[in-house]
């Protein structure tokens, strides 16, 4: 937490929720891209 506060003192507010923002869509966006590769699997294995 501390690291958190101190990084907000030295970059400001913007910025610091900017890169926890991207934090948490890289692992959504990590999931998607595997669901999407799942789907299209099963659309392959319904076209034979």
């Not at 507010?13 to 789907?39: C, D, H, Q």
Request: aromatic fraction near 4%; charged fraction near 15%; glycine fraction near 6%.
């Amino acid at each position: 937490m501390e690291t958190i506060l101190q990084a907000v003192g030295n970059l400001g507010f913007p910025i610091v929720v900017t890169a926890y923002l991207l934090v948490r869509i890289e692992t959504k966006l990590e999931n998607l891209a595997a669901s999407i590769a799942g789907l299209a699997q099963a659309v392959n294995a319904l076209r034979k």
